[in-house]
């Protein structure tokens, strides 16, 4: 036993040897160099021997770069060459098209006029039914849905809005992908179950957000402002509905809506992609043909005018939440980039727009304040947006009136103008950076029945725009005598007249002026 195992031993120490010995002669041995990557136009290889050959072959490879100094400012940036195509399906539905080769992806976006303003008399209609689509379609419950879009790699999005509701899929564009992910998408836009259990569980869920939104004084003043100046319109109810509204709601209420508004010929489809155009139009058609037959649905018709009032909602803390708005503009009108590029000088470019520098900048009444134009189908608000310490509403309100006023009457100057040009032009590159940008552009093209060169249109618009230009879009639009204010804060204290108590008390008045005090309402529910 003593002897095998020495001869064990001896064995053991050999092959060790052995290995030591084959790893000393592979450190030795120099290790293979990887072939030098040659330029098409290059006809003499390059190697060590020749060092100055080195230099000029990466050269070759890097592009030519261009000086910040030699940069023309005054010249706009390069435009992305966007190849946009359009036709109908023989439904009705409108379909936008660019086909992008860059990715092996696509990008899916149906928009239908099924926003909040097609609710009627059941505020919250809209909302559940969208928010209802993924919950459940023939056989499927929402958690299989979501692992067949999961398995494919796909994903699916869906929101609602006051003017429209949106439905979106992105997918890989091979067969094995592509195919089972448009036949989920279809089937759960065209054929959703509503079941019950799940739409319990989503009003639920609606009424609690309504609950919370007690709590917050920014939704309590975006609610009143719209619903003040939009009375007896589609546009004035809340999209999420009320407590009433929301416990008179069923899902037979919901198959109903989802029959009427998500119909093929009130659909656009916009596909952005690795397709080309005859799959366009195979996709485009299999997804009309899924969805219900019907027509477009009427426009919405255009609000009355308002007179300007001043309504303010008490909430304890120290902070005023303030709304400064009026009626503003359609999607269609032609000052839409006059008046689009004026907001961004008044207030609509951060901390560089005129409202930042007079509130912030000069008198430090707010950290921020904005202002947003929303064109949409009908004539669209604009507004200003800030919060301020109760005991400074009055001089911001009086420094916001004055801000409208003075840019209604004198307009932007030549710098503030030159400034926001260079901005937006600098800025427009990433509205096309991505296809999901680009399908988003599609989307709004064909909603609101703009020109296929809208994204060039616009930019030309806009270069060409004038001081004067905007000035005068501003005085056509824009009315002192037609602006609403919304204050939600602690209760407003405010030296009034004897002439203003008395014109108070002259039930024949309805226009408030702003700085007075109304009775307050009680806010919705």
């Known amino acids: 036993m003593a002897a095998a195992t020495t001869n064990r031993r001896w064995v053991l120490a050999l092959l060790l040897l052995i290995a030591l010995v084959a790893a000393l002669v592979l450190l030795r041995k120099p290790a293979p160099q990887a072939p030098a990557q040659i330029p098409a136009e290059t006809s003499q290889p390059v190697t060590e021997s020749d060092p100055e050959a080195q230099p000029d072959a990466v050269e070759e490879l890097l592009p030519e770069l261009d000086s910040l100094q030699n940069i023309d400012l005054q010249k706009p940036p390069a435009r992305r060459n966007l190849d946009l195509q359009h036709w109908t399906t023989s439904q009705g539905a409108q379909v936008y098209f660019m086909p992008a080769e860059e990715l092996p992806m696509l990008d899916v976006q149906l928009l239908f006029a099924a926003g909040a303003s097609r609710d009627g008399e059941l505020p919250g ?9 993924n919950e459940g379609s023939g056989s499927k419950d929402a958690g299989s849905i979501a692992m067949g879009f999961e398995r494919l ?10 003017d429209m509701a949106l439905v979106g899929l992105r997918s890989l564009t091979a067969a094995d992908k592509l195919d089972p992910a448009l036949a989920l998408f279809a089937e759960v836009i065209a054929r959703p179950s509503f079941p019950e259990d799940a739409f319990e569980r989503l009003r639920n869920q609606l009424l609690a957000s309504l609950q919370f ?7 309590l003043a975006s609610e009143a402002f719209w619903a003040d100046l939009y009375p007896h319109h589609p546009y004035g109810s809340l999209p999420e509905g009320t407590a009433d509204s929301l416990g008179q709601l069923g899902p037979d209420d919901l198959r109903q809506f989802h029959r009427q508004y998500y119909s093929a010929g009130n659909a656009v489809i916009a596909l952005v992609g ?6 366009a139009e195979r996709i485009a058609q299999r997804l009309a043909d899924a969805l219900p037959q019907g027509p477009a649905a009427a426009p919405i018709g255009e609000p009355l005018p308002i007179a300007t009032s001043h309504r303010h909602i008490d909430f304890n803390g120290q902070q005023t939440h303030i709304l400064v708005g009026q009626h503003g ?15 961004q000088i008044l207030g609509g470019s951060g901390f560089g727009s005129r409202l930042m520098q007079e509130i912030r900048e000069s008198r430090g009444l707010s950290y921020s304040v904005s202002s947003r134009l929303v064109p949409m189908q009908a004539t669209g608000p604009v507004m200003v947006s800030m919060q301020t310490r109760a005991d400074q509403v009055d001089l911001a309100l009086s420094v916001i009136h004055q801000s409208l006023d003075e840019f209604i009457s004198e307009g932007p100057t030549e710098a503030e103008l030159l400034r926001t040009k260079r901005q937006i032009n600098g800025e427009f590159p990433l509205s096309t950076a991505n296809n999901a940008s680009i399908v988003a552009q599609l989307g709004v093209i064909g909603f609101y029945g703009l020109p296929l060169n809208h994204l060039q ?37 405010i030296q009034q007249s004897e002439e203003d108590l008395d014109s108070q008390e002259d039930e024949s008045t309805q226009a408030v002026e702003p700085g007075s005090n109304p009775p307050v309402p009680e806010p919705q529910a």
């Not at 939104?213 to 939704?219: E, V």
């Open 125 to 133: 209609l809209a909302t559940m039914t969208n928010a209802m689509l």
């Open 153 to 162: 790699g796909a994903e699916f999005s869906n929101s609602s809005h006051r």
């Open 213 to 219: 939104r007690l709590q917050r004084p920014s939704a």
């Open 274 to 279: 690795d397709i080309d155009r005859e799959r």
């Open 329 to 343: 503009i359609s999607r269609h009108n032609p000052d839409y980039a006059a008046l689009y590029v004026g907001n």
């Open 457 to 493: 249109l616009f930019l030309d618009q806009v270069q060409a725009l004038t001081t004067e230009d905007i000035r005068d879009a501003f005085a056509r639009y824009f009315h002192p005598d037609q602006r609403l204010v919304i204050t939600v804060g602690p209760a407003l204290v």
